[in-house]
């Protein structure tokens, strides 16, 4: 992960700003006995690139100018980085490279009467797979497996198919990444008797201006509309827990986005249910809008996760149920959350670790419910949560938990500017009672929780100050923390992307042939003109990418580019 390592002052360089270096791990890359460094200086745009000498005893490190031949690797044998990554690394270190001939760069130009990007084949006909001859990655359930999508035909099969077409790793294969697929769903209602199983390393995207709803039948069987972890049926552990079809700790390359999922149809009493999320790293839920049964006694919930090890949700919003989330896992990022009218709007069973941004609940009986926070630790219970810029509005219970135990880590709960407002019991409650009474305090900063000085350990409780205001460069306005949702493209017209395996240049993504020529080639030429494409495979390079800073560079699926050579010999 790239990480700040100093925090220099620009008139150490010759510069009027200030600048902030970054580095991969403990070097970016070394020329001798010379660490190299990439410097972004923010203020005034410029970017430029600096090696430091070894500090001379007693004294200070000595900043230059690297030279203009040298250019900063980004990619070493042993280390993939995504694409966001590339682009920081290539962009920093190449004050030179400039827009293809023309190009100025792009701004969002669709016509009322554009389809999204993603629904033009002429975009997505070469996401092919390299390892597999004829292998599709890209599959429309419309145009390539015939799905209706007109709310009454049954579409479970049809979606089905193109999930699991071409071989790819369903129940009994551990994990793979050489199978990877894109299921795009165009605008549609789509009718499901039975769960949707979207296999290991798979994308469900739907069409972001006209988001595509999953509709379960009222007869609908199964755990939920989408299971991303079927359990087999009849099987279970010696300790008597479910089998599923993946180890759910190993449960990686999965994205769902852009979708309306309604299980309204099904009645109240039924388990209806729109995710079971049980999922480890590099998994994401986005943009998706859950709709549920507000009726009294329901069991209907948006999603139910009872296990796994991180990922990351934003952008979801829950209308009715029993729980808008049912969610237990290790340790989760979820942001840009609203969840209206249910009876929980979370509740957690356990976790290790849980930042929750910018959730509004509104019209619920209990919006946190956390109450088997504060159990030992062999039960795994709500361990830490962290609750920031928030809001929990016409509401029973603000936050619900049992009485913590101080001898134990489980049970730390921290509240950084959480407004109650229109509460009717209690801001916070625990087994014991009233915590913080209904109403007490707009934007509140709360924590409970072991606190260690040394090897001093302390359990605290109550209110606190925070140590200074926020950084004004990582809020906005209003004061709480900027943070920006996943970029879609959705007002571009299909016209203004280019993508590499159509563009000409002869790259592979085989991971066997040189790419270096030709995604160069592929940037230089469209560099400012176009939102660059590049398509899921493996691209070799034994130099460079050179990257102008401002060029939007996106990958499909996970597209990977690795270092070859004697460029990367040293990394």
Not at 252 to 281: E, L
């Amino acid at each position: 992960m790239l990480a700040p390592v100093a925090t220099e002052r620009a008139a150490r360089m010759g510069q009027k700003s200030s600048c902030v270096a970054y580095r991969h791990g403990k070097h970016l890359a070394r020329i001798g006995a010379r660490d190299v460094c990439a410097i972004q200086c923010s203020q005034y745009r410029q970017q430029i690139v600096q090696f430091r000498t070894p500090a001379p005893p007693g004294g200070r490190r000595i900043y230059k100018k690297a030279p203009l031949a040298w250019r900063l690797p980004i990619i070493t044998s042993t280390m993939r980085l995504p694409m966001w990554a590339v682009w920081f690394l290539a962009s920093a270190s190449l004050p030179s490279a400039v827009f293809g001939a023309g190009c100025a760069g792009v701004s969002g130009g669709a016509a009322a009467s554009d389809p999204f990007w993603m629904n033009t084949a002429s975009l997505t006909a070469q996401s092919k797979s390299a390892y597999k001859a004829g292998y599709k990655v890209f599959r429309n359930v419309k145009t390539d497996y015939h799905a209706v999508g007109d709310g009454i035909a049954d579409d479970t099969v049809a979606i089905n198919n193109a999930i699991s077409d071409g071989g790819r790793c369903g129940q009994g294969c551990a994990s793979s990444t050489l199978t990877p697929a894109i299921i795009f769903f165009p605008p549609g209602k789509y009718r499901v008797t039975a769960p949707i199983i979207p296999f290991y390393y798979t994308t469900l995207v739907g069409d972001y201006n006209n988001k595509p709803t999953l509709v379960a039948d009222a007869n609908f069987v199964g755990i939920a509309v989408i299971d991303g972890d079927p359990y087999i049926p009849g099987a279970s552990n010696p300790d008597g827990s479910g089998v599923n079809w993946w180890t759910n700790q190993n449960n990686f390359f999965r994205s769902i986005r852009n979708f309306v999922i309604d299980v309204r149809a099904m009645p109240p009493s039924a388990f209806g249910t729109g995710i079971h999320w049980q999922v480890g790293q590099a998994t994401s839920l986005n943009n998706i809008d859950f709709k549920m049964s507000a009726a009294s006694g329901t069991k209907h919930q948006g999603i139910f996760m009872e296990n796994g090890s991180g990922g990351f949700m934003s952008d979801l919003t829950f209308d009715g149920g029993a729980f808008g989330m049912w969610i237990s896992n290790q340790q989760f990022t979820i942001r840009n959350v609203k969840i209206t009218n249910a009876v929980s709007a979370v509740y957690q069973l356990w976790n290790w670790g849980f930042t929750w941004q910018n959730i509004q609940i509104s019209n619920c009986q209990v919006g946190f419910d956390l109450s088997t926070g504060g159990l030992t630790l062999e039960t795994q219970s709500a361990g830490g949560v962290l609750i920031v810029d928030s809001k929990i509005s016409s509401t029973g219970i603000g936050i619900r938990m049992s009485s913590s135990q101080p001898a134990k880590l489980g049970g730390s709960v921290i509240l950084d500017n959480v407004a109650f407002t229109g509460i009717t019991t209690a801001n916070i409650q625990d087994s014991s009672g009233t915590v913080v009474a209904a109403n007490a305090g707009v934007g509140l900063e709360w924590f409970q929780g072991n606190v260690y000085l040394g090897n001093t350990k302390r359990y605290l409780r109550g209110s606190y100050t925070p140590a200074g205001s926020r950084p004004q460069m990582l809020t906005v306005g209003s004061g709480t923390y900027f943070s920006r949702s996943r970029p879609q493209y959705q007002s571009y017209s299909p016209s203004q992307f280019r993508t590499l395996m159509t563009s000409g240049v002869g790259a592979k993504g085989d991971g066997v042939t040189d790419d270096t020529a030709a995604i160069n080639s592929f940037i230089a030429q469209n560099s400012g003109c176009a939102i660059l494409i590049i398509e899921t495979g493996t691209y070799l390079v034994s130099d460079t990418i050179f990257v102008p800073s401002g060029t939007q560079l996106v990958g499909v699926l996970y597209s990977v580019i690795i270092g070859t050579g004697r460029n990367f010999a040293d990394q």
